[in-house]
């Protein structure tokens, strides 16, 4: 079982920064795909990021492109996504997510029934 815990999230003003972090259970995280979704009040969960188990591949979501951050420290078992510049819209309840299936299916890994564990999420309120 593969327990993601999110910590980092708080409220901020427009333009501001925040780091948030995802502490990963599991001998197996240097093998995970992980993900960051968000969902904000009365909308779908949408994806934000993700990076390959290498680290050495990472998909943005157009909204967040050269703002945000995703990265890793396998050797700490943790995930991180630096975001900079935000905006009221990045208002959400923010997702670490883990796929634990050894592979990066460059068509799925948007997809938030692609992966197999979450976290329960942490709060980033942008105002502005």
């Known amino acids: 079982q593969v327990q993601l815990v999110e910590s980092g999230g708080g409220p901020v003003q427009a333009g501001e920064s925040l780091r948030l972090s995802c502490a990963a259970s599991?001998?197996?995280?240097?093998?995970?795909?992980m993900g960051w979704f968000r969902q904000a009040q009365g909308n779908r969960r949408e994806f934000v990021a993700v990076?390959?188990?290498?680290?050495?591949?990472?998909i943005y979501a157009d909204s967040v492109k050269g703002r945000f951050t995703i990265s890793r420290d396998n050797a700490k078992n943790t995930v991180l996504l630096q975001m900079n510049s935000l905006k009221p819209e990045d208002t959400a309840v923010y997702y670490c997510?883990?796929?634990?299936?050894?592979?990066?299916?460059?068509?799925?890994?948007?997809?938030?029934?692609?992966?197999?564990?979450w976290g329960q999420g942490t709060q980033v309120t942008v105002s502005a």
């Open positions: 599991g001998r197996s995280f240097s093998y995970y795909t």
């Open positions: 990076i390959h188990w290498s680290g050495g591949t990472t």
């Open positions: 997510a883990a796929d634990a299936s050894g592979s990066f299916v460059y068509a799925r890994v948007r997809d938030p029934g692609w992966y197999d564990y």
